[in-house]
C-alpha cells in the first residue's frame, strides 16, 4: 500500500466552480500536511500547510485534514484559469515527508 | 524568500557519462532533497542532507551519489547515467521547525535526458 494515494485525474472544471482535491495517507503518526501546487515545466511551490489535524483557510483555498480517517483535503473556491496545475498533495513526520502523485486541474474559461 | 537554484533546466547525456547537478539555497537552510519525477510515479527522494558533509538515503538511492561541502550547495551525481534516469530532478531546501518553514521549496527542476 503507498504511503500517499491521491486521484491522477485529470480533472475539468468551468470557472467559478468549487473543486475537490483528496488525498488519502496510511500513516497514522503523520502529522505535517501540505499541499503544493505546479505549474507546466515548473518545480512545486507550497501552497497551504497545515501541522496536525483541522482546517486552514487562505484566500479562495481550504485545507482540511481528517487525521481519523487518513484524509486531506484541499478546496477551491471561485476557481479560476489561472488555477489550472497540478496539485500534490504531501505529508509526513519531522523527517521527511511523501508526496502524493498529483491531480491535474483544468479549469474552463 | 527562499530561492532554490538548479544550475541547468535542461541537460542531455549519454549513457555511461558521469553528471553533476547543482543545486544551490540562499537561506541558510540545513536540510537539502534530491528527488526525481516521473508521470505517474510523482515525486520520489534519492537523497537528503541535514547538515555539511551529512548524508541520507532516500527511497531510490540505486546509481546516484551527492555531495554537501557547503551548507548553501548540494550536489547530485549520476555514477554512469543511464536511460532510466531520464527524469525530471527537483532539488528542494527545508526550514528548521514546524511553521510554514517546514514546507519544502523547490527549484525550477533539471530536465535530464540521457541517450
Known amino acids: 500500500q503507498k504511503e500517499v494515494e491521491q486521484d491522477p485525474g485529470p480533472l475539468s472544471v468551468p470557472e467559478g466552480a468549487i473543486v475537490s482535491l483528496n488525498c488519502t495517507y496510511s500513516?497514522?503518526?503523520?502529522?505535517?500536511f501540505m499541499w503544493y501546487r505546479q505549474y507546466s515545466r515548473k518545480g512545486p511551490e507550497l501552497l497551504m500547510y497545515?501541522?496536525?489535524?483541522g482546517n486552514k483557510e487562505d484566500g479562495r483555498f481550504t485545507a482540511q485534514v481528517d487525521k481519523s480517517s487518513k484524509y486531506i483535503s484541499l478546496f477551491i473556491r471561485d476557481s479560476q484559469p489561472s488555477d489550472s496545475a497540478t496539485y500534490l498533495c504531501?505529508?509526513?513526520?519531522?523527517?521527511?515527508?511523501?508526496f502524493g502523485t498529483g491531480t491535474k486541474l483544468q479549469v474552463i474559461p | 524568500d527562499v530561492k532554490v537554484t538548479q544550475s541547468s533546466r535542461y541537460l542531455v547525456k549519454r549513457t555511461g557519462e558521469k553528471v553533476f547537478l547543482e543545486c544551490v539555497q540562499d537561506?541558510?537552510?540545513?536540510?537539502m532533497f534530491w528527488y526525481r519525477q516521473d508521470p505517474g510515479l510523482g515525486l520520489r527522494l534519492i537523497y537528503f542532507?541535514?547538515?555539511?558533509?551529512?548524508?541520507e538515503k532516500g527511497d531510490i538511492p540505486e546509481g546516484y551519489s551527492v555531495s554537501r561541502e557547503k551548507k548553501e550547495r548540494f550536489s547530485l551525481i549520476l555514477e554512469s547515467a543511464s536511460t532510466n534516469q531520464t527524469s525530471m530532478y527537483l532539488c528542494?531546501?527545508?526550514?528548521?521547525?514546524?511553521?510554514?518553514?517546514?514546507?519544502?521549496?523547490f527549484g525550477s527542476g533539471t530536465r535530464l535526458t540521457v541517450v
Open positions: 528542494a531546501s527545508r526550514g528548521p521547525g514546524t511553521g510554514r518553514t517546514y514546507g519544502y521549496t
Open positions: 497545515t501541522y496536525s489535524s
Open positions: 500513516n497514522s503518526a503523520f502529522q505535517y
Open positions: 542532507s541535514y547538515d555539511v558533509k551529512m548524508k
Open positions: 537561506m541558510d537552510h540545513e536540510n
Open positions: 504531501a505529508t509526513g513526520g519531522y523527517q521527511k515527508v511523501t
